[in-house]
């Protein structure tokens, strides 16, 4: 009786995806494509996304790669804590 509710409800969610998806306007056919160029005379937004990325990679590469190692082992001791030790 699970296996039909459970089958039931993922073709309910399945139509309703499908549904958005083909009522979705996804910008192809409202007056021409749009462009995210700034228009003439507007200034672009300086964000520092590339700045931030070329930091990180050249002055900070080995503190960068100390933390992920710092993070993996902290991820490996957290599975180990949590595993149940099975009985023998």
Do not use: D
């Amino acid at each position: 009786m699970v296996k039909v509710k459970t089958s039931i409800l993922t073709l309910i969610f399945l139509a309703a995806l499908l549904v958005l998806l083909a009522a979705t306007p996804w910008g192809g056919e409202e007056k021409g494509l749009k462009s995210f160029e700034p228009r003439e005379g507007a200034r672009a937004p300086e964000s520092g996304i590339g700045e931030i990325g070329v930091e990180i990679f050249t002055l900070y590469l080995v503190p960068f790669e100390v933390l992920s190692l710092v993070l993996l082992a902290a991820l490996i001791g957290a599975i180990h804590v949590a595993r149940k030790e099975l009985p023998r």
